[in-house]
């Protein structure tokens, strides 16, 4: 076999070219340490800690805490006070990595903003057609919003309780992913692979509103026995056929 061919196979076999969830995460590492390093380099301009290997342990335990907190009591009923005796570091400690309630949302958002666009943005790297792009972008998203599921539970359930700059980067992340959508609709449709005499805008909203259902009601879809891949092909086909794309 050729080194070409064996390039070629090799590339096929990884992500996005193989959209398997494996092959994705074999690319991109959102569990574990290497999180709470890509929190680390998100959020360490506000901290006054500087040292990374000093700051994941406890990053690992402000963000875990917070999550559970917020989805005992509320994250707006939350105080700093009560994250201080769930993660047991002091008010001080605290502080050295939080500076207040809307540091920690911003964070959040920061980070989920930061991994959609380092991973969607990827994308544009690889030689994909439009109707290969468009199936790594459904796949990526439902593999994230699956990984980093309080993540994006949070950024959604809480945003209406945060304040307006914060609530406009929220609508500003979701007007992106749609943005998104649409350029690889029109490209698609200038190419000739796909046809719709619709509205595009409309047909991206829709499609963010399907793939955020797999975070919101993940208990329908564990009753409906169905898998993630099994959810992001039904979403890429009915796209597909909305397109009047032959696969």
Same mark, same amino acid.
């Given at each position: 076999?050729?080194?070409?061919?064996?390039?070629? *196979?090799?590339?096929?076999?990884? #992500?996005?070219? &193989?959209?398997? @969830?494996? =092959?994705?995460?074999?690319?991109?590492?959102? $569990?574990?340490?290497?999180?709470?390093? %890509?929190?680390?380099?998100?959020?360490? *301009?506000? @901290? +006054?800690?500087?040292?990374?290997?000093?700051?994941?342990?406890?990053? +690992?335990?402000?963000?875990?805490?917070?999550?559970?907190? =917020?989805?005992?009591?509320?994250?707006?009923?939350?105080?700093?006070? /009560?994250?201080?005796?769930?993660? $047991?570091?002091?008010?001080?400690?605290?502080?050295?990595?939080?500076?207040?309630? &809307?540091?920690?949302?911003?964070?959040?958002?920061?980070?989920?903003?930061?991994?959609?666009? !380092?991973?969607?943005? !990827?994308?544009?790297?690889?030689?994909? &057609?439009?109707?290969?792009?468009?199936?790594?972008?459904?796949?990526?998203?439902?593999?994230?919003?699956?990984?980093?599921?309080?993540?994006?539970?949070?950024?959604?359930?809480?945003?209406?309780?945060? /304040?307006?700059?914060? %609530? /406009?980067?929220?609508?500003?992340?979701?007007?992106?992913?749609?943005?998104?959508?649409?350029?690889?609709?029109?490209?698609?449709?200038?190419?000739?692979?796909?046809?719709?005499?619709?509205?595009?805008?409309?047909?991206?909203?829709?499609?963010?509103?399907?793939?955020? +259902?797999?975070?919101?009601?993940? #208990?329908?879809?564990?009753?409906?026995?169905?898998?993630?891949?099994?959810?992001?092909?039904?979403?890429?086909?009915?796209?597909? &056929?909305?397109? /009047?794309?032959?696969?």
């Amino acid at each position: 076999m050729s080194n070409n061919a064996v390039k070629v *196979e090799c590339e096929q076999l990884a #992500w996005p070219h &193989n959209t398997d @969830m494996d =092959a994705f995460k074999r690319v991109w590492m959102l $569990e574990g340490e290497p999180l709470w390093e %890509r929190v680390f380099a998100v959020h360490h *301009e506000r @901290m +006054q800690i500087k040292n990374a290997k000093t700051a994941l342990k406890n990053l +690992q335990k402000i963000f875990t805490c917070t999550f559970r907190l =917020a989805n005992s009591q509320g994250f707006h009923s939350m105080s700093l006070r /009560d994250l201080s005796r769930e993660t $047991e570091i002091s008010m001080g400690g605290l502080y050295a990595y939080i500076g207040s309630k &809307n540091d920690l949302a911003s964070a959040i958002a920061a980070v989920v903003r930061q991994t959609i666009d !380092d991973v969607l943005s !990827d994308l544009t790297r690889h030689n994909l &057609n439009p109707n290969e792009r468009l199936k790594a972008l459904i796949y990526a998203d439902i593999y994230m919003n699956d990984i980093l599921h309080q993540w994006y539970y949070f950024c959604f359930l809480e945003a209406k309780g945060l /304040d307006k700059a914060q %609530r /406009d980067e929220a609508i500003q992340m979701e007007f992106r992913f749609d943005q998104r959508l649409q350029d690889i609709f029109s490209e698609g449709i200038k190419t000739g692979a796909f046809r719709y005499d619709g509205d595009l805008a409309l047909l991206a909203a829709s499609t963010t509103a399907m793939l955020q +259902q797999w975070y919101l009601k993940r #208990w329908k879809f564990q009753h409906l026995h169905t898998g993630i891949e099994q959810y992001a092909e039904f979403i890429l086909t009915t796209l597909l &056929n909305s397109l /009047d794309c032959k696969r």
